[in-house]
């Protein structure tokens, strides 16, 4: 059974730019969520989709952006970018979300943005 | 704010003994704990999940829960070398996302 997958697992932008990143959650899970870590705040919640809609929120600009596809795949878009956004960008799947109780998630390999 | 509470280690212990991780969380209607672990470079892997207070036992790896403390722990026994990582404690509240700590950092020396 294939994992969580990310595209692209490396890349480097230069301030000002727009970057997005793309997300195949397991099959068969329809949940798909999005996480920043850095070294100083560690993993922090961006957003939450499930069956296309976004379901939660984290606290993060406008700037940052997300959908889903009818086959689970996701995107996050990050316009205008900032020295600070340089981070690892995880997404993670489950079977029917984070909301739901006793859930588990599992996380892809992650995307490392770095922006100069 | 929905908080949880790691100590940043490093946390170092013997090949061969117990390593205990501890985590508190805020919000006391907090129904689901889980342990992940994430080695330098690689992105976080599930270790164990609890529900319940007491004690879950999975291998070398025992999850320790007490809500009315708002506490969880995870025990490692015999720690190996291969063991040293960052583990994370995760939070869920029922109808939100899952909370993080900053995780412990976890140094097995052989």
């Known amino acids: 059974k294939a994992g969580v997958t990310q595209t692209p697992r490396y890349l480097i932008k230069t301030r000002g730019q727009q970057v997005t990143l793309s997300c195949s959650p397991i099959?068969?899970?329809?949940?798909v969520s999005w996480y920043q870590q850095t070294p100083g705040q560690g993993l922090q919640f961006l957003f939450e989709y499930f069956s296309e809609t976004q379901r939660n929120k984290g606290n993060f600009p406008g700037r940052f952006s997300g959908r889903q596809f009818s086959n689970s795949r996701s995107e996050m878009n990050v316009s205008t970018l900032e020295l600070g956004d340089s981070a690892l960008y995880l997404c993670?799947?489950?079977?029917?979300?984070?909301?739901?109780?006793?859930?588990?998630?599992?996380f892809g390999e992650g995307s490392w943005l770095t922006v100069v | 704010q929905k908080e949880v509470e790691q100590n940043s280690g490093p946390l170092s212990v013997p090949e061969g003994a117990i390593a205990s991780l501890n985590c508190t969380y805020s919000?006391?209607?907090?129904?689901?704990f889980f342990w992940y672990r994430q080695y330098s470079g690689k992105s976080p892997e599930l270790i164990m999940s609890?529900?319940?207070?007491g004690d879950k036992e999975d291998g070398r790896f025992t999850a320790q829960l007490n809500k009315a403390s708002q506490y969880v722990s995870l025990l490692i026994r015999d720690s190996q070398p291969s063991d040293s990582a960052t583990y994370l404690c995760?939070?869920?509240?029922?109808?939100?996302?899952?909370?993080f700590g900053k995780g412990t950092r976890l140094s097995v020396i052989a």
């Open positions: 993670a799947s489950s079977l029917t979300g984070t909301s739901a109780s006793g859930n588990t998630i599992y």
């Open positions: 995760a939070v869920n509240s029922g109808n939100t996302p899952l909370v």
């Open positions: 609890i529900y319940s207070n």
């Open positions: 919000d006391r209607v907090s129904q689901s």
């Open positions: 099959s068969g899970h329809r949940s």
